[in-house]
């Protein structure tokens, strides 16, 4: 941590400023200037209030040079994690993403009926995808919108899950909901509870993945903040997902971040998917997007798919049918193999 | 509604989808020009689903005219309301706000002793603060920082409530707490759950106010869909509260937009305060902020005042002294007065 | 400016990178810690390239401590700029900005015709205004919109400073233009031109005011900086205006960021004026927001009047008729009373 | 264009209102619904001013149904435009960019020297790329920081191209220069000068190819407007450059949108091109971006490359060196291939 001091700062007023934050367990470096005076505060910060600092009279200003982050740091943990999701699908009876391990989970926004699911699931499952995702607890912005089928959605999930061996991935709003999503292989928190603190403590206590997506407005330092409640509980299973930012652009639903793919791989050893579907809004956008997000190095994707996205209950205009889903899944796989 | 059709759009397949329209229920009146082909859905749309007709191939654009949000709408309530809270610390035995009832909201960022909340009780009420605030569950971004005194901090704020009178306001991140809640007058929710659906809907079988901070990057219409989530399950004393909004100027923690006070004063009868302590995070922009608040038309102020800034164990950089918060008040006051 | 180094770094590329530094003229204070090593560079690093230095091997980091703009800052001086404008409309022949001198400008989005502007200018004068504002070259999104008068509508605005004494502000958009700014007592720089560097540039030779409008995403830092590039070519006389930034809200054109006026007022000497016309998009939202600015310590105030806003070329929308003007005129009057 | 009157409008204000619109040739057609009135205008309604219709009492609000842009849009034109550069370097004598013909334009951000330039023109030209790009006047957020060697600049440039045949792209800051710029073979727009006018306007008038810049927060609908711009002139041969826009992320300089690559592509028929190197600032991003602009169909890439990094005048963090820019064509090239 970097403090700067004022010019006007006397001499005793920095002694008794180094005297306090030596008391505070830090040792301190001081660096004279002709314009200013800078102390380098070394060793465990982790105590030392900044806003507190810059509140001081003599004080200009006070930088963090450390990262927050510590147990999703690459820094401290440089291989990539591989998560494993047990798959009846799976030859070896296992999914695995990150560390070179590439995976498409697909299906539905919502999960409307036990016939649909199925189909999709069969459909995604037959054009390569190793997880089938489903809404069955659905964040609407208005009240007045389709909630989802809640516990129902779940056990038409499970339905499908034992049918096709995909495991299942689906949205929590409440963690008093967590018993039905026993059945449930990754456990899904969505942009608008990714700082729904109350609710990542209680995940770090399960014994599943969680998929975290980035919020509308977060930066991918509060992104891995979030993962860090998670982790910090005792669940290091977490997969990160980008699924577009809120900018002045109107033309797209959100504005798709790939440039967070190559910085979260450096900030991070967590995996990282992107989903084409939420961040663009828009069926005919998401087969560019996704190969866009593969040629970056996603370790997977996140794509709707549904039998009739004409009738979908909510999300059709960006739900991609199966056939396009084949067609999206034939690409990737060609860039895949020259990556 | 508006559904603007292509161009190449033919006869029958306007008229089936006229057709299909009107089994939804709606009147369809068609304007058709010379480039342009132009839908327009009367009656009630909100069974359409714009997405979905988007998807279709004749469409080219579709267009909603009147506004998701009822219940807080003031085209079908014209009156402002006034949330009325009991209050020892009044005369008549009740603080209002709205309706020209202006109420100041103040305290520190997080309860830390019962020293410090009571102290800082009386001097918040002795410069004419109606109602006190005091963070005793704090939603922090990282999970190593201070995150409040939880339940012992709700005590510690009816203690000062007893010794003053005022009327309490402490911020609620989950709906299992709710119970602890029973004291307190008005019940908070911070910028990061306003899209927290599943306390909202909680929210909404409460019998106390709720006052509804904006999400850092959500628009004013997202700030009343919320608070519909909240009125639509009975609940109807919303106040909404301007915080700030993440944009790219990273001189204020975040930036205050006080044109939403005019543009909520249009759109709702809800009353709506400003809150100028967490939008700047700065202490020495209170002050004019306050003012800029009051100067158009905020129908109170939510302040931090913390009895020693430079010690507060969270956002002591915005807080203001005791001192300060007189010289606010006074300040304020005369605005008033010439309004 | 402070340089963190790698942990993997040797001693001896460290020495290396200290001597290299050391002979570019600047003092280097080590500071080694744990998991960090930290270099202060003391003296005049305006020669160091931060973004060569982020690019070594062993650096971590590069942050700068002190603010590239000089001449703008205010540390170098302490005192408010004042800024005189020759005026017959004052009983003194001058109008000042700054310093505790408020100033309004005054009139219509463009100047239409020699009826409209004087017409116009005589409303504004008799309500107070101090200058009045006038559009000759319009940049207009769109080339099939309105452009302006140009030429044309500048001898019309010299034709109302005649009437009424009142001096004249205008928008340049070429420096090729700047013959026919002689009679203009005060030149607009626009928002969209607020880095057209080669403009500012010869804007710096001029020996009038320039009023510098804050770009629709510049930082308030960019905003002096682009202030700077003025006073390096000798013009001090630089008037800041806040005319609101882009954001994802699309309740209001843009949104008006008025905590920039604290925040301009410490880090620059020079006068911070605010234009809620432009900002909000909106009459009826013009009121609020100039009195908002007015509180929280705005310089001045630049607003749009039209003598038949229905009919007006351009931005009609935003424009306030001369007796709205009077109200408003009325109402900063008295807030300026008491402050 | 549609209008939507208020519930409290009467039936002769509407029937004013309809005679007024069909005065200014635009036909009316009107759908009464039980909550709100629309008003279908059909015809030629780009006399019709938007906002002054917003403005009037009885009209809720105003929405227009077509683009404004016209001349680049693909509803108009719906073939790609292929923009041809005459080259030496190329077997037939000329570079072709849009429908379908890939191309790359590398070199430094500044020219510095002839030995500099030279070297990196041959470099980039035995990797793969079809033009040279050069910076020789360069807009400086700071006016104390280097500015280009301008004219010399662009001489250098000239004796690169004499070398290697390779057409040379270079940025224009001020029309004024536009006689430097004859040996120029693509005139390019910064993304600070996308708005202005005056220069896109010259523009308009050149026989050359106009590579523009999409502004910082610029939408992509004001990109084509500027496009508009110089088209309107009669050059129709613009090629259009994603380069980032400005958002709250600040681990990037700016956030590449590359869902603006298909956007566009259905907005217009116009060549659209990416810039990695100036939109995440880091050169380390540059070959995970370049490939994620190629997987999503961009008709070209903008790459900067020196052959000395870490001593680059400006911009050197993101400049990739010759073996790195040879290890992207080898990988574009590939990935060119499967598409």
């Given at each position: ?48 209030d900044m806003d507190m600092l810059k509140l001081l009279d003599?004080v200009?200003?006070v ?277």
């Amino acid at each position: 941590m970097i403090t700067v001091l004022k010019r006007n700062a006397t001499e005793e007023q920095r002694n008794n400023l180094i005297k306090w934050l030596e008391d505070q367990g830090v040792s301190v470096h001081v660096s004279v200037g002709e314009s200013v005076t800078i102390l380098g505060l070394v060793g465990d910060t982790s105590n030392i209030d900044m806003d507190m600092l810059k509140l001081l009279d003599i004080v200009d200003d006070v930088k963090r040079i450390s990262e927050s982050y510590k147990k999703s740091n690459r820094k401290f943990h440089p291989e990539d994690t591989i998560i494993e999701v047990p798959s009846k699908a799976s030859s070896d009876g296992v999914t695995k993403i990150g560390g070179g391990h590439f995976s498409v989970i697909a299906g539905p926004c919502s999960v409307e009926s036990e016939e649909q699911i199925v189909e999709v699931a069969k459909r995604v499952k037959a054009a390569g995808a190793s997880m089938l995702r489903g809404g069955a607890f659905k964040p609407r912005t208005s009240p007045y919108a389709f909630q989802g089928m809640r516990a129902e959605g779940l056990e038409l999930l499970s339905i499908a899950k034992k049918e096709t061996g995909l495991p299942i991935v689906s949205e929590i709003m409440n963690e008093n909901h967590l018993e039905l999503f026993e059945d449930v292989d990754i456990i899904q928190v969505g942009a608008r509870n990714m700082q729904n603190f109350e609710l990542l403590k209680a995940l770090g206590h399960v014994d599943k993945p969680i998929l975290l997506k980035r919020g509308l407005a977060n930066t991918l330092e509060e992104l891995l903040m979030s993962a860090e409640y998670i982790m910090a509980g005792g669940n290091e299973n977490v997969i990160l997902c980008e699924r577009g930012i809120r900018t002045f652009e109107h033309r797209t639903r959100n504005t798709l971040d790939l440039s967070a793919i190559p910085a979260l791989h450096e900030m991070t050893h967590l995996p990282v998917i992107v989903d084409p579907s939420h961040s663009t809004g828009r069926a005919d956008y998401v087969k560019p997007m996704a190969m866009a997000a593969v040629a970056c190095g996603a370790d997977g994707l996140m794509i709707e798919v549904h039998n009739n996205p004409a009738c979908a209950l909510c999300d059709g205009a960006q739900s991609l049918t199966p056939d396009q889903f084949d067609d999206v899944m034939d690409k990737v796989g060609k860039m895949r193999d020259i990556l």
